[in-house]
């Protein structure tokens, strides 16, 4: 967990903690040229309570090329709990 994240973290009541980690792990910017994904709690980021996608144009670290990226929240994947 970087600074910033201990530090935003500090701020939010501890029972929305691990809900805000696991909504930041679901948001992924992912490179358009090569399709590699990361995410934003990853990078160093929060992304909790967002809604809405962007685009922005850096450099992959997978393919080199520097190009966008989009940033979109992933579907929860499949378990017994949301069947």
């Known amino acids: 967990?970087?600074?910033l994240q201990r530090f935003i973290l500090a701020?939010?009541?501890?029972?929305?903690?691990?809900?805000?980690e696991a909504e930041t792990r679901a948001?992924?910017?992912?490179?358009e040229a090569c399709g590699h994904?990361?995410?934003v709690w990853d990078l160093?980021?929060?992304?909790?309570k967002a809604s809405g996608n962007s685009v922005t144009r850096t450099r992959?670290?997978?393919?080199?090329t520097?190009?966008?990226?989009?940033?979109?929240?992933?579907?929860?994947p499949l378990t017994?709990?949301?069947?």
């Open 44 to 48: 160093g980021g929060i992304r909790w």
């Open 11 to 20: 701020f939010i009541p501890a029972r929305h903690r691990a809900e805000a």
């Open 27 to 31: 948001w992924h910017y992912t490179c």
């Open 66 to 76: 520097i190009g966008f990226h989009t940033l979109k929240k992933q579907p929860a």
């Open 1 to 3: 967990m970087t600074i």
């Open 60 to 64: 992959c670290p997978a393919c080199g």
């Open 37 to 39: 994904a990361r995410s």
């Open 80 to 83: 017994d709990k949301n069947l």
